[in-house]
Every structure is written in structure tokens, then in C-alpha cells.
């Protein structure tokens, strides 16, 4: 996987390149590249759509992030490469 060119420090970008773990973290990491970013779930799966988001939200439980591969993620399941 190639890294996004236009990657800026401190921001997920939909097309960035991060470390996933899957069930709920537990599994061991794996690289992926971000499909989708929503913010404001509250809760749920589904929120706002946004092409990027600083990595301070990301932690939150409150986004949530569509990988390549083929499963979503909590913005604590994932972690800036």
C-alpha cells in the first residue's frame, strides 16, 4: 500500500494509511488505507460524512472510519502511521 502524497500532520484524511485492530482492538495490527470518515456518531455507525478530521476527534468513540478492508472502525481502533 502506497502512502497518501498528501498527508498532512496531525489530520486523517479519507485516503490515509493507517494501523487497524480489529474485534474492539483486541486483534493484532494490521495496515489499511481510510475509505470514509463520519463524525458526530454519538453512539452509532452512522454520522456525519467529512473528508478529513483532526486526530485529537479521532480518539473519540463519537467517529467512525470505513476501511479497505472491508470493515469499519471507532476512531480508537485506529492509529496514525
Known amino acids: 500500500m502506497e502512502q497518501?502524497?498528501?498527508k498532512v500532520k496531525?489530520?486523517?484524511?479519507?485516503?490515509?494509511?493507517?494501523?487497524?485492530r480489529g474485534t474492539w482492538g483486541k486483534d493484532a495490527p494490521?495496515?489499511?488505507?481510510?475509505?470514509?470518515?463520519?463524525?458526530?456518531?454519538n453512539g452509532t455507525k452512522e454520522?456525519?460524512?467529512?473528508?478529513?478530521i483532526?486526530?485529537?476527534e479521532v480518539t473519540r468513540e463519537n467517529v467512525v472510519?470505513?476501511?479497505s478492508n472491508?470493515?469499519?472502525a471507532y476512531g480508537n481502533q485506529?492509529?496514525?502511521i
Open 78 to 80: 485506529i492509529k496514525e
Open 4 to 6: 497518501n502524497p498528501n
Open 30 to 41: 494490521q495496515e489499511v488505507i481510510v475509505d470514509a470518515i463520519e463524525a458526530n456518531c
Open 65 to 67: 472510519v470505513t476501511l
Open 54 to 56: 483532526e486526530w485529537d
Open 47 to 52: 454520522g456525519t460524512p467529512v473528508e478529513s
Open 10 to 20: 496531525g489530520i486523517l484524511k479519507v485516503g490515509d494509511k493507517v494501523s487497524w
Open 70 to 72: 472491508s470493515h469499519w
